[in-house]
């Protein structure tokens, strides 16, 4: 009974904490001062609070285009020649959300360099879950942008369909981090063979660290970083 109990209220706080983030974002889509970087940190901000798992990640991702679809809406409503601008701010919402994962992407490959730099190790099951976890976050993403257009109606779920039209077409932050993150981990996880490491350290945790530091402003220019490391491939 204690362990049902204590899920429940596991549960119930869990929901809350979304609703709050789909609140926050709500609100400053339907503000529209600089939404881009608003969402982003909002969701940098989420990510930070516990090791994150693709579960947990899916979570934010769904909690921040409910808030993007209702704050969407709540212009819409106002005025349907707002639509040019609630779409504007839908992208911004959007992009926002991108860019925060592509930062997860460049902390998890910041945090196994690190690692690697002081000679410290994860297991090679536990790299290999991230890198599962990687490989499928950015379908997982479009999935999520798919069910915000299937949860809207009328011109609402016309620009959600053309968002994720044009996302799938155009590809994503993400995917470009995504694939210097997995290189990384491919080359990590070769060098240590097919030893199982019993390593103290887990890279999810390490990654979530990695993630409280920047939204602190401990670890800056993370995003530099990251841009820099896209445009030289």
Partial sequence: ???????????????????????????????????????????????????????????????????TREGVQEELDRTQSQAQVAQARMKDAVAGLDG???????????????????????????????????ESLEALFLETIKTSAEATRGMAAD????????????????????????ETLTQQMTAMGKTQIEASMHLAQTTADVMRKVTAGVITGLADRMKSALHAK
């Fill in 1 to 67: 009974m204690a362990t049902k109990s204590k899920t429940a209220s596991q549960t119930a706080e869990t929901k809350a904490t979304d609703d709050a983030l789909a609140s926050r974002v709500q609100q400053a889509v339907a503000q529209g001062v600089d939404v881009q970087a608003a969402v982003r940190q909002m969701t940098l901000d989420a990510m930070s609070h516990h090791a994150m798992s693709l579960e947990a990640i899916h979570r934010i991702m769904h909690a921040v285009l409910k808030g």
């Fill in 100 to 134: 925060a994962l592509a930062q997860f992407a460049a902390a998890t490959q910041l945090a196994v360099e690190e690692a690697a730099g002081r000679a410290q190790k994860f297991s090679t099951q536990d790299m290999a879950s991230t890198r599962a976890d990687l």
């Fill in 159 to 182: 620009m959600w369909a053309d968002m994720l039209t044009h996302t799938q077409r155009s590809g994503t932050l993400m995917g470009e981090q995504i694939k210097a993150t997995l």
